[in-house]
């Protein structure tokens, strides 16, 4: 699913229920150790497809530890990201990427009150014009948390929603233009990301890839 959103050189691996033989490093089982059987299983069928898409490129395995802030730490030369919601789990990974983001979601509206702060005022009037048969509050919302996971390995902190305007495309794509100064990428300011995007079985999923050059 995530894979028809993806360029060809980003490899994934996705899981639609958690794998039995799904198994942690130590170091990572130490993570969460104290973690809801719940989250175990997230952080479980997440690390399983993200050492089968990096087998996919040639990588051995390896642990994947999250950051400070959460991020997963990456072999080196490998950007990726990883996702998970109920029914679903994905990682995408590259070793030509300047930076990957991913995310999923189920198809349906956000919980009362989320929209206020996710969306731009702006966003909400153009959400408004768009079709029927979307949940397009959830797709932003998604869109977002992609365009964070795309952001933070290059500028290394934090990005608020209301510091990126995402504008959708129907036929499948997304453009994020950011509200604040963006990080130096190969010698230019980065101002924004460009992905696509995909409801399917009940989830919407989003993606971004920067290529380099």
Request: with cysteine; net charge negative; proline share 9%.
């Amino acid at each position: 699913m995530i894979g028809e959103i993806l360029p060809s050189w980003v490899a994934c691996a996705e899981a639609f229920a958690d794998p039995p033989d799904a198994r942690l490093f130590p170091e990572e089982e130490a993570v969460i150790a104290r973690s809801v059987e719940r989250r175990r299983r997230e952080f479980t069928t997440a690390r399983h497809c993200a050492r089968r898409a990096l087998a996919r490129l040639g990588v051995p395995p390896a642990p994947i530890l999250p950051s400070e802030l959460g991020a997963p730490v990456w072999p080196a030369g490998v950007r990726g990201a990883i996702t998970h919601c109920e029914g679903y789990r994905a990682a995408a990974v590259s070793l030509k990427a300047l930076t990957v983001g991913i995310d999923a979601e189920p198809h349906e509206p956000l919980p009362e009150g989320v929209m206020e702060t996710v969306a731009l005022p702006e966003e909400r009037a153009e959400l408004a014009r768009l079709g029927d048969g979307i949940h397009w509050d959830r797709l932003l919302f998604s869109a977002k948390e992609s365009v964070y996971k795309a952001w933070f390995p290059l500028a290394r902190c934090w990005l608020d929603f209301d510091e990126a305007h995402v504008t959708f495309d129907p036929a499948g794509t997304f453009t994020a233009r950011l509200l604040v100064a963006g990080p130096e990428v190969e010698g230019r300011e980065l101002t924004g990301f460009t992905g696509r995007w995909l409801v399917s079985d009940g989830l919407v999923v989003t993606a971004i890839a920067l290529p380099p050059g």
